[in-house]
């Protein structure tokens, strides 16, 4: 992969994190439910520093960070699209942002198919592995939400 190529992908990447931070914030302002906007805002914390960190790589990628990848419960693939209300249960905050990074982990693995470069599909793979570690924090955040234990 050139370095024009290479840039291009990056910004696409990089747009993606500030859509994403733009659209949790966005959420965090609307929720009533005091627990839901700090799910959000939290998110969208974590989107900045997706975003900080791709533009570090950007800017030298010799400095990519590894991420390993969890186990993927799969819960995000069983959730129907959740529609965005200002009056959302925590639950179906969670299913909806664990939509969104089940997304990201699609986009990152998919740029990551889309080049023969080694060092720059690592880069990508180890994107979805970032992702994927936030989809899997949300699919355990659901699940004890959702399915608490009753004894």
């Known amino acids: 992969m050139d370095q024009l190529e290479f840039e291009r992908l990056m ?45 570090k790589f950007r800017l030298d990628p010799s400095g990519a960070v590894k991420f390993t990848a969890p186990p993927d419960f799969k819960v995000a693939q069983t959730i129907d ?41 690592d880069v990508f793979v180890n994107l979805a592995h970032m992702e994927k570690q936030h989809q899997h924090a949300l699919e355990s955040l659901f699940v004890d939400i959702g399915y608490p234990e009753a004894f």
């Open 11 to 55: 910004a696409i990447a990089i747009r993606r994190e500030v859509e994403a931070h733009e659209f949790y914030r966005a959420v965090a302002g609307r929720v009533k439910n005091v627990s839901v906007r700090r799910i959000f805002e939290d998110l969208a914390e974590q989107e900045m520093q997706h975003h900080d960190l791709l533009e």
């Open 81 to 121: 699209d959740v529609p965005l209300s200002v009056d959302m249960k925590p639950a179906d905050a969670v299913a909806l942002a664990m939509k969104k990074e089940q997304q990201a982990v699609v986009f990152y693995t998919n740029l990551s198919e889309m080049t023969d470069d080694i060092g720059v599909r």
